[in-house]
């Protein structure tokens, strides 16, 4: 069973369209990349974004301010606007 799982993914990755096989590296969207590699590529500078500045508002609380808040919300929100919007 298991040489036919190896065998099947094998067939499955060797007949794979190109698109299938595009690795999307930050700030990049290959021209004819599927809709969801488009809207992760979109999405991750945003949320990378986010992630570092609440770790350091984690770190120096006294930092923390509205405004700050209100800028990981706002990174956080396009984010999910990439995710969900149609094209």
């Known amino acids: 069973m ?3 799982i190896l065998a099947a993914v094998f067939v ?3 007949t794979a369209s190109p698109s299938a096989q595009t690795v999307i590296t930050e700030g990049t969207i290959p021209q004819h990349a599927p809709q969801h590699e488009c809207k992760a590529a ?3 500078p ?3 974004k ?6 350091s508002l ?9 405004v700050s808040q209100e800028e ?5 929100q396009k984010a999910y606007d990439c995710l969900t919007k149609s094209q």
């Not at 986010?50 to 770790?55: E, H, V, W």
């Not at 984690?58 to 509205?66: G, I, Q, V």
């Not at 990981?72 to 956080?76: E, I, P, T």
């Open 2 to 4: 298991k040489q036919f």
């Open 12 to 14: 499955f990755i060797s």
């Open 42 to 44: 979109c999405a991750q």
């Open 46 to 48: 945003w949320l990378k």
């Open 50 to 55: 986010a992630i570092d500045l609440y770790d």
């Open 58 to 66: 984690l770190k120096h609380p006294e930092s923390m301010t509205p």
């Open 72 to 76: 990981v919300r706002d990174n956080l």
